[in-house]
């Protein structure tokens, strides 16, 4: 045994120990570490010191990760000193670095609408959150009543949500298949846990969870299958490598020779992947999980979930096709055409049908998926731009709306019924005018956020050649308009329902996290141009 060490540490090379980029990684690994510190808090800490220190962490990782984005885009990594890290497996570039700025200022107003604790009624003398008291315990056992007695918390909602954002930083930013895919599962399986947490309405909550547990474990197959595919076909899961064999720059080794004969492991790879990110983007035909699982799940996690996930896939969705298949577009182009136009139209018009509020907003965001990808189909540094301003625009208008609907409630919880709606605005007219300016922005209004963030998007797809997608876009905004202003008429103009819901005071948190929309959603439809300079000055892709 000692002769077989000696020659082997002699005679054989060593294995090269991998060069890691820490300090340009650090957004990601700041994430990570507070959601491991969370997990320990849980741990050790008692019971009643757990609910501040865990928001007291996650509030600090996540401002901590958001400073060491801004310093790195200050240090130019996002224009002239973009590149590989982790041995080419993360690209840092512009559209990674302002797409991980958007989903760590959407998770820290997330964070806010998690920690508040004055909506629900108190429980013995116990402040209580939106979250059910014990998660492994079986809705209306007795083991879920005594933990309700007791004043427990679920807490580690705090250390899920870090990880899943943690994951969201990553899958923007990875630079080969498998670190995408890996990704995708880092942020999606505490997502679907933390779908099935609701405190109200446990079932449907639960429901919500196996749903999208079974449908996004098929996505996630997909995707794998088609990394193995584009794998047989390029050698490489290299975005940059796939994008050289593609288009016919790669060395030619006896193998690609070989396996590039047939375009069919190529196209049938892509199509697979694109199941999985379509899936998450919730685009047509893959959306049919959003309207339940959006109702189902803890409308605080709800809104995290509509802004940080599109934000990510997105960000992923961009890279794929920009940096890996640039050269298929004319393959691929034809096909997100339709996609599109089913998204748009199937959004906009099943949005209509909807009487609950969280069902409404569901398929408010399916119909916004489709928007953003006429975006994607610009193919061009434009067309970036504006997905990434889209993407700024909407998560904090969708995050401020689901907060708004956190407020309105009956003796059952949350009153998301379109009839608890009635009168709104007498009742509370603040609160309703709040609405309202989410739902202007919604429809694209002038002088909001999505006004602006349409034009941009139109605007790109226009100049791509995309012109009757554009066509198509605008009407289906029209029709969307029509939901929304429906609403706005049964606050404004209906009578308030006897016995009818309450709009509950909330603490800081609610109301900063309310307030932080409202200012975005007119800044950025009042003054965009600074932010539509920095969208676009942050749309180059690095290989």
Known sequence: MSGWLAAAGGNSPSIPAPHI???QLSPM???FGAALLGILAEAFLPRRARYGTQVTLALLGLAAAFGAVVVLAAQGHGTTGAGLLAMGAVAIDGPALFIQGVILLTAVVAVLTYAERRLEPRLNGNAVDAFAPQGAAVPGSEQERQAATAGFASTEVFPLTLFAVGGMLLFPAANDLLTMFIALEVFSLPLYLLCALARRRRLLSQEAAVKYFLLGAFASAFFLFGTALLYGYAGTVRLGEIADVVSGVAQVTPALAGSTQNDAL?????????VGLLFKIGAVPFHSWTPDVYQGAPTPVTGFMAAATKAAAFGAFLRLFYVAFPGLRWDWRPVMWGVAILTMAVGAVLAVTQQDVKRLLAYSSVAHAGFILTGVIASNKQGIGAVLFYLAAYSFVTLGAFAVVTLVRDSKGEATHLSSWAGLGRRSPLLAAVFALFLL???GIPLTSGFTGKFAV??????????????VGVLSSAVAAFFYIRVIVLMFFSDPRPGGPAVAVPSVLTSTAIALGVVVTLVLGLAPQYFLDLASSASVFTR
């Open 458 to 471: 139109f605007q790109a797809a226009a100049a791509g050649g995309a012109t009757p997608l554009v066509i």
């Open 21 to 23: 980029e820490y300090g």
């Open 29 to 31: 690994l700041i994430v």
């Open 266 to 274: 190529l196209l049938i790879g892509l199509a697979m992947i694109s």
């Open 441 to 443: 922005a919604f429809a």
